[in-house]
């Protein structure tokens, strides 16, 4: 079996010394990793298909076993989906719990968290020690800003009953817009009425966790995480979201400075936006365009359908098998009421999992329900 190409710079018995460092690492990780989650309060959440606890996993991959320190690793107990990607680059704040303000360092913590590469003796340095591919994060974020949100596709999914939509529109009105903006899909702008209606930046609205009263886990987790960077001589104890806005700015400052042409493109793609991580104990309410596509809802993938989340907190299923592909146009949402071979067992009873809160528009008479999905569809 050939693995070198010609004319490859790496010799094989390089190749060979490499892969060989790597499972060496490897094995480390995992052994500091099990005798940490040993010593852990809880059990991780298993985040199952379409989830994943992104911000402690990253954080337990970029801190923990880089620095030899267990303390740094934290137990995965809030799993959240896959959020949808259109519009993100005009949204002032970004992540469930609206957390990063800019939009390279948020993409260059991303970046850290999935493995490039970083010397962690130069975390607090002058000259970070990294591979992270810069012009290849100005790339997807430029490929981003011309992604639209889906429109409901009626030769798939059935035709849109217009004059029930408009019943629905007044519903929204009444009940969804004090929170969710409707944005022109075209634009990424919030539509009239909607917001703040032809803003170039879209302002997502928070809400409270003891307002919104879902699963406070992503948010509290994110705000209460502290880390230790004794190690390489820096604090003993320090906030997770300190020590990866610091981190992440050094090395999107260091690129910065390198060119004209690295500050022009860092001007164009922050627009403006500063190097800002918080933890506020709150969820953003993303706008709705496209929401229909966007299924299970909730930040943790907790409720299956629109229709499910338009119930009462406790009418909500407790058990989702999840990983099918057919898709319920009238309630709009995913299939997962019935097991089959190679569903995910989602139990919304486990820690991070609950499919409680978000109560508005739960007391609608099934006419109305349905009259606001129709609604829904058209965006």
Request: hydrophobic letters at 40%; proline letters at 5%; one cysteine or more.
């Given at each position: 079996?050939?693995?070198?190409?010609?004319?490859?710079?790496?010799?094989?018995?390089?190749?060979?010394?490499?892969?060989?460092?790597?499972?060496?690492?490897?094995?480390?990780?995992?052994?500091?990793?099990?005798?940490?989650?040993?010593?852990?309060p809880e059990v991780p959440t298993a985040s199952g298909l379409g989830r994943l606890d992104a911000v402690n996993r990253g954080g337990n991959l970029l801190l923990a076993p880089p620095l030899g320190e267990p303390k740094n690793y934290f137990p995965t107990t809030a799993p959240v989906s896959y959020p949808a990607l259109w519009d993100t680059p005009y949204l002032d704040w970004v992540l469930y719990n609206a957390s990063i303000?800019?939009?390279?360092?948020?993409?260059?913590?991303?970046?850290?968290?999935?493995?490039?590469?970083?010397?962690?003796?130069?975390?607090?340095?002058?000259?970070?020690?990294?591979?992270?591919?810069?012009?290849?994060?100005?790339?997807?974020?430029r490929s981003l800003t011309k992604l639209e949100s889906p429109g409901w596709p009626e030769d798939l999914l059935g035709k849109i009953d217009?004059?029930?939509?408009?019943?629905?529109?007044?519903?929204?009105?009444?009940?969804?817009?004090?929170?969710?903006?409707?944005?022109?899909?075209?634009?990424?702008?919030?539509?009239?009425?909607?917001?703040?209606?032809?803003?170039?930046?879209?302002?997502?609205?928070?809400?409270?966790?003891?307002?919104?009263?879902?699963?406070?886990?992503?948010?509290?987790?994110?705000?209460?995480?502290?880390?230790?960077?004794?190690?390489?001589?820096?604090?003993?104890?320090?906030?997770?979201?300190?020590?990866?806005?610091?981190?992440?700015?050094?090395?999107?400052?260091?690129?910065?400075?390198?060119?004209p042409a690295n500050a022009r493109t860092e001007n164009e793609?922050?627009?403006?936006?500063?190097?800002?991580?918080?933890?506020?104990?709150?969820?953003?309410?993303?706008?709705?365009?496209?929401?229909?596509?966007?299924?299970?809802?909730?930040?943790?993938?907790?409720?299956?359908?629109?229709?499910?989340?338009?119930?009462?907190p406790t009418q909500r299923p407790k058990i989702l098998y999840v990983g099918s592909w057919e898709f319920d146009p009238v309630h709009v949402g995913v299939e997962t009421g019935s097991p089959f071979a190679g569903a995910f067992t989602f139990d919304a009873r486990l820690p991070g999992n609950a499919n409680i809160g978000h109560e508005y528009a739960t007391t609608l008479s099934e006419p109305e329900r349905m009259a606001l999905l129709e609604f829904l569809k058209t965006h």
């Open positions: 079996m050939r693995v070198l190409a010609t004319g490859a710079a790496t010799t094989r018995d390089e190749l060979q010394n490499s892969l060989k460092t790597f499972l060496q690492e490897q094995q480390a990780r995992n052994s500091l990793f099990g005798a940490a989650q040993d010593a852990a303000r800019q939009p390279m360092t948020r993409n260059v913590i991303e970046d850290l968290g999935v493995g490039a590469p970083i010397d962690p003796r130069t975390f607090l340095s002058d000259k970070i020690v990294h591979s992270v591919l810069m012009d290849n994060i100005v790339s997807i974020h217009l004059d029930k939509a408009g019943q629905g529109e007044t519903i929204y009105r009444q009940t969804c817009a004090g929170c969710h903006a409707l944005i022109d899909r075209g634009t990424h702008r919030p539509l009239a009425g909607s917001g703040a209606a032809g803003n170039a930046e879209i302002t997502v609205m928070t809400v409270p966790l003891d307002q919104v009263k879902t699963d406070p886990r992503q948010a509290v987790n994110f705000a209460a995480r502290v880390i230790s960077l004794g190690k390489i001589g820096g604090p003993a104890t320090i906030p997770y979201m300190d020590a990866a806005k610091a981190v992440a700015g050094g090395i999107v400052e260091q690129w910065k400075n390198q060119s793609i922050d627009n403006g936006r500063q190097n800002e991580f918080r933890g506020i104990l709150a969820y953003r309410a993303r706008p709705l365009n496209g929401t229909w596509a966007t299924a299970p809802y909730l930040h943790n993938g907790s409720v299956p359908s629109l229709y499910d989340l338009l119930l009462p």
